[in-house]
């Protein structure tokens, strides 16, 4: 099968998935008991295969080759989030196809078991993980599942939460939204396009950001008589602020408006008008408006997958799951390790970062089913996120983070920027995608 080919299944596929689980229909449970698959072997399932699922089902094996390792994962193809804003922009003819990757070669490669099922019990207690297909038992249990839409606090009313997602998907999970956003951009006919940034803790900070430059820099050098409205609840951008802003003022002066402290109340999806409120200093009052738009990438608040709803884990205060810290482990169940975007842990919320976690999780259990000590403080992972701002020349600007543990301090992640745009970010993009992904995949 080549990737030609697995991209033509993947709509179908990434668009029934991709529904937040609130708003698909819901699913017949068969009542026949399903049989449950054990393994001789210490068995880790792997559940998700995004970015810290593959690097975990990978350097799992690494660290303990005799390990049972599972992974379990709904897509038949992995589609990277990162990269496809400048896919969006049409840089460097970059296609679908070079974001898309098959999951059974890493793993004939690296030697673990890919599974394509939805799961959708996961029992604590007998140790179980149940798909549309079968119950598997497992001895430690790894979760990655990312992140799930939480419309409710955006738009209450789930009619209307269901027509936004339809008509204006948040494309912050790849394959089906992504198609609908690139259709957007390329046959965008000219007024307002909305891009709205969330409000709290949101899968890649810079994600909303650089896609408002990527958008721009189409309409740009496409002569499409667009302009990108950026609303954000916020008061500058969420990160790389300086960078951006300057951006926004130098290369999309006629292109893109960001709007700050914008609150979204409301909106009509057929005449296409959103409702907002926006702070004005002046007055110390909240401003009502109304503004029509074209096209709206509106991408509400998030919340982790609904699979840790199902494996009743607990949150922590900001609604993220509650781990010992510095390791992955649940607070709930010390057999179950989390990472990734639905952790909990003061790291932003990115691929790279969940590649790095990924890398401590596989050393971290490694070692325990091995009987060996670990210290997971002298290990801790590390972040960086390149965002191009600008198409020709390829400019981009950096934030990396690095992390350290005190047991009175816990977990504390600290900031570095670069953001005076230059060639060698926007080129180091390219390198950094091929390298993370050679080494999940
Ligand atoms: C537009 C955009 C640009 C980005 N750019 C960057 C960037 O430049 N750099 C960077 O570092 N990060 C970037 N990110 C962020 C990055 O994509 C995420 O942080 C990363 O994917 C998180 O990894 P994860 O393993 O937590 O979740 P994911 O990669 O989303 O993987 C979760 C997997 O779990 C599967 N799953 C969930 N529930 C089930 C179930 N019930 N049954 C079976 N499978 C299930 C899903 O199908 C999915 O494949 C970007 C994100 C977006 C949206």
Known sequence: ?????????????????????????????????????RSKKTRVIVCGGGFGGLTTARYLKESNPDLEVLLIEQNRAFVS???????????DNLSLEDLSFDYLSASIKYGYTVIHEVISGIDRTAQTV???????????????PGIDYDYNKLFPDAHTAKAVYTHFPPAMKPGSE??????????????NFIISVPSGT????????????????????????????????REKPATKAKGFLE??????????????????????????VLNVETFDTKSLSYRPQKIAFSYAN????????????????????????????????????????????????????????????????????????????????????????????????????WVSHSVTYSKVDGLKATSEAMTTRDTQTGNAIASWFHGVTSDML
């Open 298 to 397: 509106i991408i509400p608040p998030m919340k982790p997958a609904k699979l840790i709803d199902i494996a009743g884990l607990e949150l922590n205060e900001s609604g993220w799951v509650k781990l010992n810290a510095p390791g992955f482990q649940s607070v709930t169940d010390d057999k179950i390790y989390v990472l990734g975007d639905a952790g909990g842990h003061p790291f932003p919320k990115s691929g790279h970062m969940a590649n790095s976690c990924g890398h401590v999780v596989a050393k971290e259990l490694g070692a325990r089913t091995l009987g060996k000590p670990f210290n997971v403080a002298a290990h801790l992972p590390g972040n960086i996120c390149y965002s191009m701002v600008n198409g020709s020349p390829k400019e981009g600007i």
């Open 247 to 272: 951006s926004f003022n130098t290369l999309y002066k006629e292109y893109i408006e960001y709007i700050p402290t914008a609150e979204i109340k409301g909106i009509d999806v057929e005449k296409k």
């Open 130 to 144: 149940t798909t549309n297909n079968k119950s598997y038992h497992y001895d430690y249990l790894v979760l990655s």
């Open 1 to 37: 099968m080549t990737r030609r080919d697995l991209l033509k299944g993947l709509t179908f596929v990434a668009a029934s998935s991709a529904l937040p689980l609130s708003l698909q229909a819901t699913q017949t449970v068969p009542k026949v008991q399903k049989q449950t698959d």
């Open 178 to 191: 992504h198609l609908r956003l690139k259709k957007a951009v390329e046959h965008f006919q000219g007024g």
């Open 81 to 91: 989030c990162p990269y496809s804003n400048v896919w969006l922009g049409g840089i």
């Open 202 to 233: 949101y899968r890649c900070p810079p994600a909303p950001y650089e896609r408002a430059c990527m958008v721009a820099y189409y309409f740009k050098t496409h002569g499409i008589k667009g302009k990108v409205l950026l609303l954000d609840p």
